[in-house]
């Protein structure tokens, strides 16, 4: 029996405790004082909110496992300085491993990385380090706008990055490309900004040569590839233009998309234009978009619902709940195997 695994989910619902140290600690930085020492959560807080969310929609829709980080929009890397980061990130990293340590068969940890405008990767790499090597996380989230929405970092293939994908290959995990919450008010952080930023960073890849100097470097571009797809003969004519090699050479053997397309006919372009072998099923549940769509009477979020709908052949499908996830994540692979799935 094939396994159906959600590549793509946020712990959005946290126990309240957390999120209001975080205000504490942001308040504290602003104030020049220490940040309050991090609450005591019992685990009936984190039971509490996951079985009443994630857990119930798990079970509901009929998944069977979460890839599962931190809320993205809260990573909030502009916020403070790279101390606040570092702290932030601890914190918000336990958090899922306890939730995995909660549910081993449902949950698997992605962390986020201590990332700040103005400071080296040093600290991303030993946090992530931490993360797999001993909260057993098997990927992370590489945030690459850290500024929150003035894009002046240095893009994707620059050599200042190269750090921490050394890092990432020597760990065999790859990294979700996601930015978090904007702080530029023409930028919508979930409708603007994160599509924008899905569909810059595949820009960013197509000009360098980041996987010539790294071939075996993964990233998933979320929420579908942001307008990729459905622009995808702009870019392969930019590729040209540019005179990169085909993007199915360039670029296609390490980069991915994942599913979090909230309608029909957006996934049946996803799986038309894109290869099945770059296609991992994603949800982004419980998260951007929480309502029901009125045309459907499903949740837009379902996303499962739309891979179930599509007119592909079973290998297909078991693909794109299961077997990429698995070749994308292999210490995912590794840990299924363990539990004899
Ligand atoms: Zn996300």
Partial sequence: MSLIIDCHGHYTTAPEAHNQWREAQVAAHKAGQPAPLYPDIPDAAIV???EQNQLRLLKE????????SPRASAMAHHVGDEAVSVSWAFHCNNLIARVVDLYPETF?????LPQSPRATLTASITELRRCVEELGFIGCNLNPDPSGGHFDHPPLTDTSWYPLYEEMCRLDVPAMIHVSGSCNHGLHATGAYYIAADTIAFMQLIEGDLFKDFPSLRFIIPHGGGAVPYHWGRYRGLADMLKKPDLANHLMNNVFFDTCVYHQPGINLLAEVIDTKNILFGSEMVGAVRGIDRQTGHYFDDTKRYIDNLEISVE???AIFEHNARRVFPRLDRHLARQGR
Avoid: K, P, S, Y
Avoid at 61 to 68: H, K, P, S, V
Avoid at 108 to 112: A, I, L, N, Q, T
């Fill in 48 to 50: 509490e909110t996951i």
């Fill in 61 to 68: 829709r009929g998944a069977d496992l979460t890839i599962f």
């Fill in 108 to 112: 698997v940890g992605v962390c986020m």
């Fill in 316 to 318: 297909a499908r078991q």
